[in-house]
């Protein structure tokens, strides 16, 4: 398994931005298809973004498209996730995961088997 440790998260208006980071180490960074996902409280974990091993391939959910973008650089083992426009709805966790079972769909959160701590977006209105 790699080790994820993300970072970037905070309090923001409605309409503003942020961007989170998310460092992995133990394993080889590049071999990993990458995601973010999310859950606010009493709901259950969703997709929300993700990319390729290489980075030329992106995915979205349809409540942040056009609005994040995800992004990685495999030189510093760092993956990213630009939010803009930020609405209150976007409040929660964002986890990044590495994914490991191909098999199954990018969306899934049973396609990943190494996951960050978290950390906290909040938006205010």
């Known amino acids: 398994q790699v080790q994820l440790v993300e970072s970037g998260g905070g309090l923001a208006q409605a309409g503003g931005s942020l961007r989170l980071s998310c460092t992995a180490s133990?394993?080889?960074?590049?071999?990993?298809?990458m995601g973010w996902f999310r859950q606010a409280p009493g709901k259950e974990r969703e997709f929300v973004a993700a990319?390729?091993?290489?980075?030329?391939?992106?995915g979205y959910a349809d409540s942040v498209k056009g609005r994040f973008t995800i992004s990685r650089v495999n030189a510093l083992n760092t993956l990213y996730l630009q939010m803009a426009s930020l609405k209150p709805e976007d409040t929660a966790v964002y986890y990044c995961a590495a994914r490991s079972y191909t098999y199954i769909r990018a969306s899934s959160p049973d396609a990943y088997d190494s996951w960050g701590q978290g950390t906290q977006v909040t938006v205010s209105s």
């Open positions: 133990g394993r080889t960074f590049s071999d990993y298809a």
């Open positions: 990319i390729s091993s290489r980075g030329g391939s992106t």
